[in-house]
């Protein structure tokens, strides 16, 4: 029997990014962007996060994010949520970050404004 991994996806309003196809875009790439925990601590709350888990997370593994359309750019962590709350709670300062490009972003998004009906 082959195993077959199942597909990441973040859910963000009327979003939904393929988080597997994020991290096959980041494989090779050196993080250049920075996040600062304690800035992103209030999203915490609209994120489903395991407590327990947050606790054996390995923070050197980079968030990935990307600018949400209609925002001018502004950034929306897509990997990571356990890292960042272990982070806060650990009191690091920041974690490295892979920041995805807009066409990057498109090309992951699974649906949202500018790509109804659900697709891919």
């Not at 690091?92 to 920041?99: A, I, K, S, W």
């Amino acid at each position: 029997m082959i195993a077959t991994r199942r597909r990441e996806v973040f859910h963000w309003g009327p979003y939904a990014w393929d988080v597997s196809a994020a991290k096959n875009i980041v494989a090779d790439r050196v993080p250049i962007g920075r996040v600062k925990p304690a800035e992103w601590g209030g999203f915490g709350a609209l994120v489903a996060i395991d407590r327990e888990h947050a606790k054996t997370v390995d923070l050197t593994v980079p968030l990935i994010a990307v600018p949400v359309p209609g925002t001018h750019g502004s950034p929306l962590i897509l990997d990571g949520w356990h890292r960042l709350l272990r982070s806060y709670l650990d009191g690091v300062d920041e974690l490295l970050t892979h920041v995805l490009t807009a066409a990057e972003e498109a090309q992951i998004r699974i649906h949202g404004p500018g790509n109804w009906p659900y697709g891919r």
